[in-house]
């Protein structure tokens, strides 16, 4: 029998009542059944990289995030701009995982929410340079800028606004295609 596919979720935001977790746990609502949805919380709780015990000695929390990495098979990431950029706490995430290579060649999705109507371009345009880096696949129709974000969903994570519904739902069919197949 194959083994259940598991799409593993990022929020670049650590923030209690976050838009942008919030938008993760809408995601989960179009999850075809048999897939595995999980939204990881743990990016908090990661060391700073350091390259010095990188591959050597890296902490136990790092070698969980890696392995479940490992084991996923699509990533999305929903993440706010701060100062014109992404989060430190998820790009520090993200340097955990430049050498060790979890997501090489992984399918990835990536959503960017703002209060603002730019929608967080600046952190959407570096997310994707970083993910560059890291070798992953953006799938097609995985890019997703959410602008005006505080209009467009409920605080328990429901989305109201129609055109985002749908852009959400063909970013989730997108990537299931993708790892189906
Ligand atoms: C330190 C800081 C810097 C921010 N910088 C930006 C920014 O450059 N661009 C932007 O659109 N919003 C910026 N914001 C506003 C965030 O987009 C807003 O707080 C958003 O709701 C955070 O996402 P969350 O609700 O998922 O925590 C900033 C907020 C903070 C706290």
Redesign the pocket.
């Known amino acids: 029998m194959a083994k259940q596919k598991k799409i593993v979720a990022i929020s670049g ?1 650590i ?1 209690e009542g ?4 919030n938008i993760l746990k809408a995601l989960a609502a179009f999850i075809p059944d048999g897939i595995d949805y999980t939204i990881y919380n743990g990016i908090k709780e990661l060391p700073h990289f350091n390259p010095d015990i990188d591959r050597m000695e890296p902490p136990a929390v790092v070698e969980d995030f890696r392995k479940m990495l490992d084991e996923s098979h699509a990533l999305i990431i929903c993440t ?5 950029s992404v989060p430190g706490v998820l790009k520090n995430a993200l340097e955990w995982l430049v050498s060790s290579a979890e997501l090489y060649k992984k399918p990835v999705a990536v959503i960017t ?4 109507i ?1 929608g ?1 371009d ?1 952190a959407h345009e570096s997310l994707l340079l970083t993910l560059g880096m890291l070798d992953t696949i953006v799938v097609k129709k995985g890019s997703l800028l959410v602008p005006s ?1 505080r209009t467009k969903f409920t605080d328990d994570g429901k989305v109201t606004d129609e055109n985002t519904k749908q852009s959400l739902i063909t970013l989730i069919q997108s990537i299931v295609d993708q790892i189906n197949n």
């Open positions: 935001s923030r976050s838009s942008n977790t706010p701009e701060y100062a014109k929410a703002s209060p603002s730019a967080g600046k974000v």
